[in-house]
């Protein structure tokens, strides 16, 4: 569905036909919001989406990198060791908190571990050359700006955006929606259910971990 079907869908459902209580650019504004409530579903559902890679190279003695402008969501950090393609040599970096940053060696070598703060990721130990390092994320969605432009969620969730640009309408005027709640939450429950089913090739499984000390980093 382009912009345009869904806004014709919203004004529909308010009444509004013609589209002049409820200008096109506040239909607009509102089918964007409903699309990045959407995304944020999505993400939850842990489906990957919207999951892109993008590649930087690492400064010997420099820590912090700065993350894309359209930086939504971090699923992958590694850098490339040595090879190149299907022969890479791929080392992932694993999570941290601010306090744990204590526990990683403060000599300059290969980074094991990452924290992000704002928009930067601040890698440790700091990289003693240059590697490859790349990152795997979800992206911001896109606002639609043109009528012919459709929103970026999978087609059978496209309904759900059109259904949340709808609610803002019914709270401006004060409206009833019972109705307009018992069909959002048939997406909501669908989206649960993808959150809670995610892969089906595998039984569920307990991820064990060896406990560390502050050896165990370097």
């Not at 209580?21 to 506040?26: A, S, V």
């Not at 571990?113 to 590697?131: L, M």
């Not at 064990?208 to 980093?217: F, I, L, M, N, R």
Request: aromatic residues 10%; negative net charge; proline residues 6%.
């Amino acid at each position: 569905m382009t912009r345009l079907q869904l806004a014709q869908l919203v004004s529909y459902w308010l009444d509004d036909l013609q589209m002049t209580y409820f200008t096109p650019t506040q239909l607009n504004t509102w089918l964007n919001l409903g699309q990045r409530q959407v995304q944020q579903k999505l993400l939850q559902a842990g489906q990957n989406w919207y999951m892109k890679p993008v590649e930087t190279l690492t400064v010997a003695n420099q820590a912090d990198y700065v993350l894309p402008s359209d930086f939504m969501q971090e699923h992958r950090i590694e850098i490339v060791l040595s090879g190149t393609g299907p022969q890479e040599n791929r080392q992932g970096l694993t999570p941290m908190t601010t306090n744990q940053q204590d526990l990683v060696s403060i000599v300059a070598g290969t980074p094991t571990n990452y924290f992000i703060k704002k928009d930067r990721i601040t890698v440790s130990p700091t990289p003693s050359q240059q590697w490859v390092m790349r990152l795997y994320y979800s992206p911001r969605v896109p606002d639609m700006t043109a009528d012919s432009d459709s929103p970026d969620v999978p087609e059978q969730f496209m309904e759900y955006v059109a259904l949340l640009a709808c609610q803002d309408g019914f709270i401006k005027d004060d409206r009833t929606m019972e109705n307009l709640q018992t069909k959002r939450a048939m997406y909501e429950q669908l989206l649960e259910k993808m959150a809670n089913d995610r892969t089906m090739d595998l039984p569920r499984q307990v991820v064990s971990v060896t406990p560390y000390d502050y050896g165990s980093w370097y």
